[in-house]
């Protein structure tokens, strides 16, 4: 299998294109490392460059950049918008293919220590990689940026850093690096230079004011345009999508009397992304992905099977699933196919809000309309990825019971291992059956609003969204049989029972 990631690092250098290309050449030198994107912005005073490629090389590509910038880049004499805490301000390492987030935070402890070993540049590390609670969040480890940061390590235990001395590195600062999931770094522009209302807005819009979940912003001030700037970083755009942020500044901008005059997304953004945005700016009838010509090429120079076959028979598409759950093989089994019914309910639901978003009668429930379409895309793709998933943790129980029991000590790893692959095989159908259950009472606050014509499909979802959900919950309770923690059992009981309950005051609710 292909393994690739992509690595952004972010370099405290956006006026001097020279520099900025000496770093650029010093990584694409590493053998098999793709250098898709690179950014400067004058104002923020800042680089920001996309690698990909297998992870050892787009590591070696990273320390090699960080070493160049510690070369060029002095921050006692830098001056930019954007916080800073070194030249080679962060890098983080995003799962891309055939490598999983802990690989990222593997790779980059290791690159981590080698920022030490070869530059003695103090290293921090983020996200999931950060090896406390409030190092996760990049603003925590940046506060008081490089000069803040130089006096602290003087004489604050609680702010040294994770790997090498407790005092920066007198021109490179530290280097913070971790791992996450993709992000998106989006900026919404707006038509004052006040940068005091887009402070307002960034708080009135981050999670950590009160404001949208994976949101991340601050106000900047863009003085070679006279402009202030609303500066956001998407940590997780499927479940807030693009749309839904600058849909909220627009908002919030009109409370002060300004309006934006643009946006820009700074380094590369996923197609799906865009693909969301359209789809709901646009109010685009019977959208869907198969539609983007790349999208639908792709799937046939990898052999995968088109969305449609060229009679327009769909039994195709279905076949490969049914026979793998005919089959005498455990998995997929009755799991998977709750998760399975969870999703083309989602899948459903969204037929019914797309159809009836464009009759004329439902014109006054179209935003509503579109916003559960978001809802219920990101939940289809969460059931979606759950019917491997629970496959996977049966094949984990499965193993566990296979392995070898001639010693006491080999019985009591073995029986270590059935336990916690039982729990792993019961977290799965949880999260199916909590997705489902929130999926059917959505479907049911949908029934006054959906066109007339559609109330039978909305009904059939409903069904679909039920039967994964008790089909989930039956999984959980045969698992749980099995597990002697009492304690963990008793919690799941009352999980599935406050599930149950669920279940029945919605469907109470949607037949008054």
Same mark, same amino acid.
């Given at each position: ?25 010093? $990584?694409?030198?590493?053998?098999? !490392?793709? *250098? ?62 055939? !490598? ?22 103090? *290293? ?50 530290? &280097? ?12 919404? /522009?707006? /038509? ?33 345009? /006279? ?7 998407? &940590? ?9 942020? +600058? ?8 409370? +002060? ?67 793998? !759950? ?67 943790? +049966?094949?984990?129980? $499965? ?32 999260? *199916? ?20 014509? $559609?109330?039978?499909?909305?009904? !059939? ?26 304690? +963990? ?8 029972? &406050? ?5 029945? /005051? ?7």
């Amino acid at each position: 299998m292909k393994r690739l990631i992509e690595c952004v690092p972010n370099f405290s250098e956006g006026r001097d294109a020279a520099k900025v290309d000496a770093i650029v050449t010093a $990584m694409s030198s590493v053998p098999g !490392v793709y *250098v898709l994107d690179r950014e400067m912005d004058a104002d923020h005073n800042r680089s920001v460059v996309t690698l990909a490629g297998e992870p050892d090389a787009v590591a070696e590509a990273a320390l090699l950049g960080t070493g160049k910038a510690m070369e060029l880049i002095d921050l006692t004499k830098h001056t930019g918008a954007h916080p800073r805490v070194g030249a080679t301000d962060v890098l983080p390492f995003i799962p891309i293919e055939g !490598v999983t987030i802990e690989d990222c935070v593997a790779l980059a402890r290791r690159v981590g220590n080698e920022i030490w070993k070869r530059y003695r540049i103090p *290293v921090f590390f983020y996200e999931a990689a950060a090896t406390r609670p409030d190092r996760v969040n990049l603003e925590n480890v940046r506060r008081g940026q490089f000069e803040g940061l130089r006096e602290e390590l003087k004489k604050n235990l609680e702010r040294q850093p994770d790997v090498g001395e407790p005092k920066v590195h007198p021109t490179a600062g530290v &280097t913070v690096v971790g791992a996450r999931k993709f992000l998106i770094a989006y900026n919404v /522009n707006l /038509n004052t230079s006040d940068v005091g209302i887009a402070s307002k807005i960034a708080k009135a819009i981050r999670f950590s004011s009160g404001g949208l979940r994976y949101v991340k912003s601050m106000g900047v001030e863009l003085k070679a345009r /006279n402009l202030a700037q609303v500066s956001i970083n998407l &940590t997780d755009f499927e479940q807030t999508p693009m749309h839904r942020v +600058y849909e909220m500044v627009k908002r919030e901008a009109e409370r +002060y009397g300004t309006v934006p005059v643009g946006s820009e997304i700074v380094g590369l953004i996923p197609k799906k992304a865009i693909e969301m945005a359209a789809d709901f700016l646009l109010q685009l009838e019977n959208f869907s992905p198969a539609q983007v010509f790349e999208n639908r090429l792709a799937d046939a120079l990898s052999g995968a099977p088109l969305a449609m076959a060229k009679d327009g028979k769909l039994a195709g598409l279905a076949r490969p699933f049914l026979e793998a !759950v005919a089959s005498p093989a455990a998995t997929p089994g009755g799991g998977s196919v709750s998760a399975f019914a969870g999703a083309l309910a989602a899948a459903l639901g969204q037929m019914v809000a797309r159809l009836s978003r464009k009759r004329k009668s439902q014109a006054g429930y179209a935003d509503q309309l579109s916003a559960a379409l978001d809802e219920m895309r990101k939940t289809a793709d969460e059931l979606a990825e759950a019917i491997d998933r629970d496959a996977a943790s +049966y094949d984990a129980v $499965m193993a566990a019971f296979k392995l070898p029991q001639g010693d006491p000590q080999e019985t009591r790893q073995r029986e270590e291992a059935i336990q916690k692959a039982t729990k792993g095989a019961s977290e799965v159908p949880l999260q *199916v059956a909590e997705r489902a259950v929130e999926l059917f009472e959505r479907l049911g606050q949908l029934d006054s609003i959906v066109a007339a014509s $559609m109330k039978s499909d909305l009904q !059939v979802a409903r069904l679909m969204a039920e039967a994964g959900a008790r089909g989930a919950l039956a999984n959980i309770e045969i698992n749980l049989d099995g597990l002697k923690d009492a304690t +963990y059992v008793a919690s799941m009981r009352t999980k599935i029972t &406050t599930l149950r309950e669920r279940l029945g /005051n919605a469907a109470r609710a949607t037949r008054a």
